[in-house]
């Protein structure tokens, strides 16, 4: 069965630290791999995604994420945090060779500290 | 249009009655999704279309929730007799081509549903 996990819940850093939001992945095949930011009362915003080709993918915000095919994991990544990065983040997988449905992980809660 | 617009933003409502929220996807965009989302949790799908058709609706709850997309651009999401329950955010999303890639699907702001 396809799967996504995002084992935490929240993450809190202090401003200016690096951040890591995890995600690990489960499907049959080869993934797409995406990630969504939510803030407070709004839709769903574009991050990032792997579709193929080098690992480290960067994206809007200074945002990278670096696919790991033996850990299968695509964890989110930014050098230094701003508080504007407070916000819900969303990991998304896709199965390109037998399913079209994204699959969402649960979301992580991303705090940062002034 | 530049991005996926959903109309209304908000709609409160009484258990029993009818509702209709409206998807204007992003211009040129074939591929079309309704999810719904509640408080702290990821979207649940609920109907995906390619084109005017629904390639796949098993998502839908059950037969008070129907979705058309006539003209292949404009989508409606209609609930019948509506349910505390069905309170939630309905996301409308759009992606250039079908559902079999690695396009980006865009989201909307979301109409938010209050059933009182």
């Known amino acids: 069965a396809q799967s996504v996990a995002q084992p935490e819940d929240q993450v809190k850093v202090a401003e200016g630290n690096p951040l890591t939001v995890k995600c690990t992945y489960s499907v049959s095949g080869n993934p797409y791999l995406f990630w969504y930011v939510q803030y407070p009362n709004r839709g769903l915003q574009f991050l990032l995604k792997y579709i193929t080709g080098d690992n480290l993918v960067k994206g809007s915000y200074g945002f990278e994420a670096e696919f790991n095919k033996s850990q299968t994991s695509f964890h989110l990544k930014k050098p230094s945090a701003l508080v504007s990065d407070s916000a819900l983040y969303f990991c998304?997988?896709?199965?390109?060779?037998?399913?079209?449905?994204?699959?969402w992980g649960a979301g992580t809660k991303l705090i940062i500290k002034p | 249009g530049a991005g996926v617009s959903q109309t209304p933003s908000n709609k409160v409502t009484e258990k029993g009655k009818y509702v209709e929220l409206r998807c204007d996807p992003i211009s040129g965009h074939t591929a079309l999704y309704w999810y719904r989302q509640s408080l702290g949790q990821g979207p649940e799908f609920l109907i995906y279309?390619?084109?005017?058709?629904?390639?796949?609706d098993s998502g839908l709850p059950n037969d008070r929730f129907f979705a058309v997309r006539p003209e292949g651009s404009v989508s409606t999401l209609k609930i019948q007799r509506t349910e505390r329950g069905d309170s939630a955010v309905y996301l409308c999303a759009s992606s250039l081509t079908g559902a079999y890639s690695g396009n980006t699907i865009y989201f909307g702001e979301g109409s938010w549903l209050t059933v009182v």
């Open positions: 998304a997988v896709r199965d390109r060779d037998s399913n079209y449905q994204l699959i």
């Open positions: 279309f390619q084109g005017t058709g629904a390639a796949d």
